[in-house]
């Protein structure tokens, strides 16, 4: 059973940054799909972003894009997702995801089947 621990998260002016980290404990990272995902209140979750197993490809929702960087380093186990230019529609608790074995890289929450406790964003104006 893989454990993930997020971490990273905090309250943030409008405009700014912060990196959420995910630590995997498990020996086969490197051979599957992570991703990030998160839920505002009163909202669906709505997964954000996904990298493959080398961090080759990456895949990143349209809300997204230009402003967060998803990566990760194998030799730790831990996957990265940088944000920027972070907005109060940012806000959310944010998890992190592991891909189902075999599977191709998607942002499809089905093709994902772990997640940790999540970290909690919070942007204000």
């Known amino acids: 059973q893989v454990q993930l621990v997020e971490s990273g998260g905090g309250s943030v002016q409008a405009g700014g940054s912060l990196r959420l980290s995910c630590v995997a404990s498990?020996?086969?990272?490197?051979?599957?799909?992570m991703g990030w995902l998160r839920q505002a209140p009163g909202k669906e979750c709505e997964f954000v972003s996904a990298?493959?197993?080398?961090?080759?490809?990456?895949l990143h929702a349209d809300a997204v894009k230009g402003r967060f960087t998803i990566s990760r380093d194998n030799a730790k186990n831990t996957v990265y997702l940088q944000m920027a230019s972070l907005q109060r529609e940012d806000t959310a608790l944010y998890y992190c995801?592991?891909?189902?074995?075999?599977?191709?890289?998607?942002?499809?929450?089905?093709?994902?089947?772990?997640w940790g406790q999540g970290t909690q964003v919070t942007v204000s104006s």
């Open positions: 995801a592991r891909g189902r074995y075999g599977e191709n890289l998607s942002l499809n929450l089905n093709d994902y089947n772990a």
């Open positions: 990298i493959s197993q080398r961090g080759d490809s990456t």
């Open positions: 498990t020996r086969a990272f490197s051979l599957y799909n």
